[in-house]
């Protein structure tokens, strides 16, 4: 049997998977923990991979490897290949004003039409989570660490190049990526399909070194020593895509730190509102997609408010109705990006004596993170994704209460494939595609028995939501 292995690592962890090459079958697994934060030194992502890979029985037999990760992390590395400083986040908000001020730049002044020419330009509109806002950060605040800057990663490819063994083993040539991360960093070019080294040394005032980027099954560098090959990897969204197998009309919902709405398309798309990003997928085509910062945290916080565990969280919720009698939970915790309000904070609305119960807290929190991804998913219809399916995953996806929930504020049957770790698994699918070099991913059975969840549509719980979603306040510092 020919094995290859998939890696998500992801925010909060570090996941492995081995796999049968030829039908996919799982046959190891491991997992570690990440810091908290949203400030993390990546050696910290490389020791948990290590624990991972260990955990997951090594991979000495292995023949091929990818990383999927959290995407758009500021991987800044100096002449030698060190990393200049602990990596930013794709959820820290500090470089919120650089994204305000890399639009207007390029409005010249006028920031509408600023955001629609970095639409054009990269198919997105920066906010703070996108790396070339963070290389405008570190222009400004940090110029020491700016100008030691050689060379600029993100999460997944850097593990990518620590595993061919870095400078010493692979060299600068070894340092590859793929197109759904590169699309992620605000100076690559869906349209193009090329780096935008203007606007990166807009950003930065310099141009460093860059990931090469590889197509969706060629063969980067060997694992160090010799071993497995290493895949292109890429950004954890697209990976989920490609083991989900999304079709038109298909969208996956992910609900891990950030929640996802996104969809495989033909064609890169360029929303000037900045609502939509538009990344491009591990297969050679597109992924609109709109990501919030606030979504299996939320359900975390809500069950340290109420003192329970996950199953406590999803039973309370469930035994409230739905609306929980006008009390509305506005999700912004750790302020958010779509829609852009890296200051805000979270609200509870509408408290009455009659719904301050924990059921309605819980029901509350569920119903607000559903809503800020329902908002997502119209973002999707208006730039003409069509929305049929709705592929609900991740973390948050365990939760009984969420996917009960989720059709009545999605408005639509909800799939529940399978729990798994489905960027991981899509990772591996890639490295699987590598190897047999074909023209398409090899035919793992994706999604096929996933659980439909059906319920009747509750309006009046978006409507609510709608109507307390503006009334947040900035934070305090
Ligand atoms: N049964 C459950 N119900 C609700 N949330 C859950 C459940 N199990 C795990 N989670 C949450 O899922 C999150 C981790 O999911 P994951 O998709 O791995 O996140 P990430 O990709 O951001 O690291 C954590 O916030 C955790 O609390
Ligand atoms: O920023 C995005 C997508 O644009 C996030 O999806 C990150 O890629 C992190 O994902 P999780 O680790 O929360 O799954």
């Known amino acids: 049997m020919t094995l290859v292995a998939g890696v998500d690592s992801s925010t909060q962890s570090c996941k492995v998977v081995v796999r049968d090459a030829e039908t996919g079958a799982l046959v190891r697994q491991g997992r570690a923990s990440h810091p908290d934060g949203t400030e993390v030194a990546p050696a910290a992502w490389w020791d948990a991979l290590q624990e991972a890979v260990a955990q997951a029985g090594g991979l000495d037999d292995v023949a091929a490897v990818a990383v999927g990760g959290q995407q758009h992390g500021m991987v800044a590395l100096d002449a030698d290949g060190e990393v ?28 509408v039409a600023g955001a629609q020419a970095w639409a054009s330009a990269i198919g997105s509109v920066p906010v703070a989570s996108l790396t070339v806002t963070k290389l405008r950060w570190l222009r400004d605040a940090e110029p020491e660490n700016a100008a030691r800057v050689a060379a600029v990663a993100l999460p997944h490819d850097w593990l990518t190049w620590k595993l061919a063994g870095g400078l010493a083993g692979a060299g600068w040539e070894g340092l590859v990526t793929d197109r759904s991360d590169a699309s992620g960093t605000g100076y690559w070019s869906p349209f193009t399909e090329d780096y935008r080294l203007d606007l990166l040394e807009r950003a930065l005032g310099s141009v460093p070194r860059l990931p090469r980027v590889l197509g969706p099954r060629e063969a980067g560098p060997r694992l160090a020593g010799g ?59 597109y992924l609109p997609l709109a990501c919030t910062l606030n979504a299996s945290r939320v359900l975390d916080a809500a069950r340290r408010i109420l003192g329970v565990d ?92 969420v996917r009960r929930i989720a059709p009545t504020v999605l408005g639509l049957d909800v799939h529940v494939p399978t729990p798994g770790e489905y960027v991981a698994d899509g990772a591996a699918r890639q490295a699987a595609w590598v190897l047999s070099g074909t023209d398409a991913a090899p035919a793992w059975s994706a999604a096929t028995d996933a659980e439909v969840v059906r319920a009747p549509a509750e309006p009046h719980v978006r409507a609510q939501y709608a109507a307390a979603r503006e009334l947040t306040v900035d934070r305090a510092s």
């Open 310 to 401: 996950h199953a406590g969280l999803s039973a309370l919720a469930l035994s409230a109705p739905a609306g929980a009698d006008g009390l509305v939970h506005v999700p912004y915790l750790e302020g958010e990006r779509t829609p852009n309000k890296p200051d805000a904070t979270g609200a509870l609305h509408g408290m009455r004596l009659t719904n301050t119960t924990p059921a309605h807290l819980a029901r509350a929190a569920v119903e607000g993170m559903l809503c800020s991804l329902a908002d997502g998913i119209d973002a999707l219809r208006d730039v003409g994704v069509p929305v049929e399916r709705l592929f609900l995953i991740g973390g948050g996806a365990q939760s009984e209460a």
């Open 227 to 285: 071993g497995a090959v290493l895949a292109p990897g890429a950004g954890d969204n697209a990976g989920a895509a490609l083991a989900l197998g999304l079709q038109p009309g298909d969208v996956a919902v992910s609900i891990g730190t950030s929640g996802v709405v996104s969809a495989v398309a033909k064609a890169p798309t360029a929303d000037g509102s900045g609502l939509v990003t538009g990344f491009a997928d591990a297969t050679g085509a």
């Open 84 to 111: 200049v400083r602990d990596a930013l986040l794709w959820n820290d908000t500090r470089s919120a004003g650089a994204a305000r001020d890399l639009i207007a730049e390029l409005g010249d002044g006028d920031v």
